[in-house]
């Protein structure tokens, strides 16, 4: 695996190779970001990741100088993997002068997520055109446990007119079901055990919408306050479409995603769910 730092080098090396698939990532790896990997190598000749961890999207709150940086043991998964080429830019490199232009998506920005870390998806969606532009790739993939940040890029994508296909990765998870989280690492042996239980809450809700229940407000307050009984601190559980994670009509034709973050311990965790005529997946 090639290790570059430099924009112009990134540029210089990829303009030899076939068809790029790219996976941006902030490093500190695990299994997810590795089968984000795997999928990538279906869609380009040449897999392409990133490790950057991009100040814009961090609020003012959030953990920009405690997250982890795992350098040397990330670049031994990736290389593992197989990825053919790692971009990995000092923060100097890839902001050279104070970034004064950005990408503002549409309110959605400001709800769910966007209501508890207000600027974040304005830095992501500015952090992933930036790179996108250096790469150049024709597909990129991100995974779904970060489900609003999904539909922001891709459509952010389609409204750019970007030639590039928004891939989504299905969500990783341990045995017991709790999604892969770089932030689990947050979590104590005791919280581990009951962390779980925010995956098996959106099974439930899932269940019950699959048999006919559309009271979503009274699914999410008593999905919240299980949680919250349990000594988590939770920030939302939110029926929405999946097209556009609005809320839903009820009318029983559209496509639904329960979304959920809730805070545990020092670990603030964030889960999804598909719904399927089955319950979800």
């Known amino acids: 695996m090639q290790i570059v730092s430099s924009i112009a080098q990134v540029r210089a090396e990829l303009r030899r190779r076939g068809e790029i698939a790219f996976v941006p990532t902030m ?5 997810g970001h590795i089968a984000l990997m795997h999928t990538a190598r279906a869609y380009g000749e040449t897999v392409v990741a990133s490790i950057f961890v991009n100040r814009l ?4 709150n959030d953990d920009f100088d405690r997250y982890p940086r795992t350098f040397s043991a990330d670049c031994a998964q990736l290389a593992a993997a197989g990825v053919d080429l790692l971009f990995a ?4 490199e890839f902001y050279p002068e104070p970034q004064e232009y950005y990408v503002d998506p549409p309110e959605i920005q400001r709800q769910l997520e966007g209501a508890f870390r207000p600027g974040h998806f304005r830095g992501v969606a500015t952090v992933v055109l930036k790179l996108f532009n250096i790469v150049q790739p024709q597909a990129a993939i991100f995974g779904k446990k970060d489900y609003q940040q999904l539909m922001v890029l891709r459509n952010m994508a389609r409204q750019m007119a970007l030639p590039i296909e928004i891939v989504g990765g299905e969500t990783v998870r341990a045995d017991d079901g709790l999604a892969l989280s770089s ?13 779980p239980r925010l995956h098996r809450l959106l099974q439930e809700i899932g269940r019950a919408i699959c048999g006919g229940e559309r009271d ?6 008593a999905a919240s306050a299980e949680l919250n009984a349990h000594g988590w601190t939770t920030d939302y559980v939110a029926v ?3 097209s556009d994670l609005q809320v839903p009509e009820g009318n029983g034709r559209e496509a639904l995603v329960v979304l959920a973050a809730s805070r545990l311990g020092s670990a603030r965790l964030i889960d999804n769910l598909e719904i ?3 319950g979800g997946h």
């Open 27 to 31: 490093g500190n790896l695990h299994a």
């Open 57 to 60: 999207q961090f609020g003012p």
């Open 89 to 92: 830019p000092a923060e100097a």
């Open 183 to 195: 932030r689990n690492g947050y979590l104590t042996p005791a919280e581990r055990a009951e962390a």
């Open 216 to 221: 979503f407000a009274g699914l999410e307050a």
């Open 240 to 242: 929405r479409r999946q």
């Open 276 to 278: 399927t005529d089955s």
